[in-house]
């Protein structure tokens, strides 16, 4: 669990200093092995044991940077934030917060563990992500609560979204679409026969998955902008 005192966080922690040998490691050597393991056989593969075997020490000296697996798990996302590349706002709220959406959505992509996982502190990249995505929404011109709530929203809709693309639920498969379609024959769901029939007559084409990530962005910074303008 994050520690209860904010100044004894992970990364303070680290730049305190020790009794004991002189430290042969440092945080983002853990948390490069820890990203190398989840990405190649999942987070289960995740353990203070299995992390400090790959570093060639032993879980004791481990503990000597890190209290346990939720640390790990903090340290993977702050260093998979840093793969982030920002460009200077631009002052276009859509096209800011796009780029960091799209770039987000690829994290995901290349390391699924991701969607699993739950970090408890934010280190020094997080707070880069937060610091940017504070001045991507300033033109909105927001209190400061809800920028943080805005923020927060389309993070969320970016881990949702990664998650059903990561399980092929953007979609409804054949099978679950035949399954609706056979159970609206025997129901009364007007609405959503209605929706049926109007697909069907558009020749069933299939759902742009990249349509269906910006416009949930778009309909987020609609309602976040206050409906206003959010070019």
């Known amino acids: ?131 940017h995505m504070v001045g991507v929404l300033a033109p909105a011109r927001l209190e400061p609560a809800a920028t943080m709530t805005g923020i927060a929203m389309l993070s969320g809709w970016v881990t949702v979204f990664s998650a059903q693309e990561a399980a092929g639920q953007v979609a409804p498969a054949a099978a679950g679409a035949d399954h609706i379609a056979a159970m609206l024959r025997h129901g009364d769901y007007p609405h959503l026969s209605e929706l049926f029939a109007r697909s069907e007559a558009a020749g069933g084409a299939a759902v742009d998955a990249d349509a269906v990530f910006r416009a949930g962005i778009e309909a987020l910074l609609f309602g976040i902008a206050g409906g206003g303008d959010v070019e």
């Open 1 to 131: 669990m994050p520690s209860a005192d904010p100044t004894n966080t992970l990364w303070l922690r680290a730049g305190d200093p020790r009794p004991g040998p002189r430290p042969g490691l440092n945080l983002d050597d853990i948390a490069a092995v820890c990203v190398r393991l989840a990405d190649g056989e999942g987070l289960p593969a995740l353990s203070m044991r299995r992390v400090a075997e790959e570093l060639g020490t032993g879980a004791a000296s481990l503990y000597r940077y890190v209290s346990g697996k939720d640390d790990l798990v903090s340290l993977m996302y702050d260093r998979v934030a840093g793969e982030y590349e920002f460009d200077s706002a631009t002052g276009d709220l859509r096209a800011d917060v796009l780029s960091v959406a799209d770039q987000a959505r690829a994290m995901y992509r290349r390391h699924p563990w991701m969607v699993r996982a739950n970090p408890g502190e934010l280190g020094p990249n997080g707070l880069r992500y937060l610091d």
